[in-house]
């Protein structure tokens, strides 16, 4: 017996330039650099910095923008078009306005056949969307996410990278109303959820301590346990 498994289109490669304003304010500048010096300090190379400071400046706008690129080009010594050329190799790195809430949902192989195309349909008729666009209260972003190594909780959602496992339509519905109408919410595992920017700032390193005191779930070591069973886990 054969079954036909129907999966969504592929994820969109993300394609807009990079724009917006083209030059931070001098306070903007001067709150930044103070950052970016504590940043920088950390690398034997400073150029090694440019990562975390394109999240630094993400969190300024929600956005890689103009500005955004000139400011870590300015503190690295390197040109517009190099640090661009590294901001559109990394989906982390938004190019259009986000909103408070990156929704994210792998359509990857195995998420998908466990229901992760069912969501994200569910999710764009909830909030008028396609991936990629943001509601108008400008609380939401949707998108479809690459693989994130979840694959034993499939079908998986994130929202600003933290983990929400084992989700459906309607669990997923459920989750969005309440970020749109302001109420806490909870990652399955993780830390806890924080806005897109105040999550940039945490991934360029001047965020506030973000303590994680999840550990693996019984999915997660369901190998590790079949593995010692077969006396094949590698411990001797």
């Known amino acids: 017996m054969s079954i036909d498994l129907v999966l969504g289109p592929r994820p969109d490669e993300p394609g807009p330039p990079i724009g917006g304003h083209d030059a931070y304010p ?7 650099a103070a950052d970016a010096a504590v940043i920088v300090g950390r690398y034997p190379q400073p150029r090694s910095a440019l990562l975390p ?31 661009t050329a590294v901001a559109t190799f990394y989906s982390m790195y ?15 192989t195995l998420c998908a056949i466990m229901g992760g195309d069912a969501i994200i349909e569910a999710l764009e008729t909830e909030l008028a969307l396609h991936p990629g666009q943001t509601t108008t209260d400008g609380r939401i972003t949707l998108e479809h996410i690459e693989c994130n190594a979840a ?17 459906t339509p309607s669990s997923a519905r ?17 830390a806890p959820l924080c806005t897109f920017r105040q999550t940039a700032r945490t991934l360029a390193g001047v965020g506030p301590d ?27």
Not at 62 to 69: E, M, N
Not at 160 to 167: A, G, H, I, L, M
């Open 26 to 32: 001098a306070d903007v500048v001067e709150r930044l």
């Open 53 to 83: 400071l394109l999240h630094l400046v993400q969190s300024e706008d929600g956005y890689l923008t103009k500005a955004g690129i000139r400011f870590c080009a300015t503190r690295l010594g390197l040109t517009d078009a190099e640090v």
């Open 94 to 108: 938004r190019r259009t306005p986000t909103g408070q809430y990156l929704v994210g949902v792998c359509t990857n």
């Open 151 to 167: 694959c034993d909780y499939a079908p998986v959602m994130m929202v600003n990278w933290e983990f929400f496992d084992n989700q």
């Open 174 to 190: 459920e989750l969005v109303q309440s970020l749109r109408n302001g109420q806490a919410v909870t990652p399955t595992r993780g």
């Open 210 to 236: 973000v303590t994680d005191t999840s550990l693996p779930g019984d999915a997660t070591l369901a190998g590790l346990r079949a593995a010692r069973a077969l006396g094949e886990d590698g411990e001797r």
